[in-house]
């Protein structure tokens, strides 16, 4: 149980286009949805917390028009990183937390690299 | 919450050994605590959790123990195997949603 998916699981992409980046709960129902980029050899930076049907809350310094979050279902959360540059190239994780969860559960990452 | 650390502790141990990663967490309110184990290239995996009203935890060959005063959380694996060789994470959670994520740890198992 507790299963959480990614798609794509990597991307590679140009300067100046915008990628998509789907999480889902496949065996829960996820109430709150996290969003997480991963710099290599580092921890987990939290970029912004998303719950069902509501805007999604953002860590200071992560840009709202940047990275726009979508949680419109309560097993699926999008992620499109808009007019993607070199600097945004990262490993993209989410996690997924049930109503009756504390834990949460991590999905297997997507690699994006931007051109 | 945010933790940078270009150049991750490292833990070396023979198979079969035990491991013992330690973590010392950052909020005297934190009221859980969680184990990732995160391989290359993946996204981190639940290990084991523990909430701030218990001491010690067991699981499938792994043990959590939670030191409040010292504000001190470790993780101890039986029997290390390769498979455990990873970065393992110890986040802390308190009054909001949010996990508050530790620098990592690798482990490296040798034969």
């Known amino acids: 149980g507790a299963v959480v998916s990614q798609h794509p699981s990597w991307v590679i992409c140009k300067s100046g286009t915008s990628v998509k980046i789907e999480c889902r709960s496949l065996?829960?129902?996820?109430?709150?949805m996290f969003w997480y980029r991963q710099f290599p050899k580092q921890s987990l930076m939290l970029m912004a917390t998303?719950?069902?049907?509501?805007?999604?809350?953002?860590e200071q310094g992560v840009e709202k028009d940047k990275f726009l979050i979508n949680h419109a279902s309560l097993t699926l959360s999008t992620l499109t990183v808009t007019s993607a540059h070199p600097e945004d190239s990262s490993f993209y994780i989410c996690?997924?937390?049930?109503?009756?969860?504390?834990?949460?559960?991590f999905g297997p990452g997507t690699r994006l690299l931007v051109l | 919450g945010e933790s940078v650390g270009l150049h991750l502790p490292t833990l070396s141990v023979q198979e079969g050994d035990n491991s013992i990663i330690n973590c010392a967490y950052s909020?005297?309110?934190?009221?859980?605590f969680i184990w990732y184990k995160q391989e290359s290239g993946k996204g981190p995996q639940f290990i084991i959790d523990?909430?701030?009203?218990?001491d010690k935890r067991q699981g499938q060959r792994v043990t959590v123990s939670l030191n409040k005063t010292v504000k001190h959380l470790s993780l101890q694996i039986a029997a290390t195997q390769p498979g455990d060789s990873a970065v393992y994470f110890c986040?802390?959670?308190?009054?909001?949603?949010?996990?508050?994520f530790g620098t990592g740890t690798r482990l490296q198992v040798f034969p």
């Open positions: 996690s997924a937390r049930g109503d009756s969860r504390q834990t949460q559960y």
């Open positions: 065996d829960f129902q996820a109430t709150t």
């Open positions: 998303s719950n069902e049907g509501s805007k999604a809350t953002y």
């Open positions: 909020n005297s309110a934190s009221d859980y």
């Open positions: 523990i909430r701030s009203n218990m």
């Open positions: 986040a802390e959670k308190w009054s909001t949603d949010k996990l508050i």
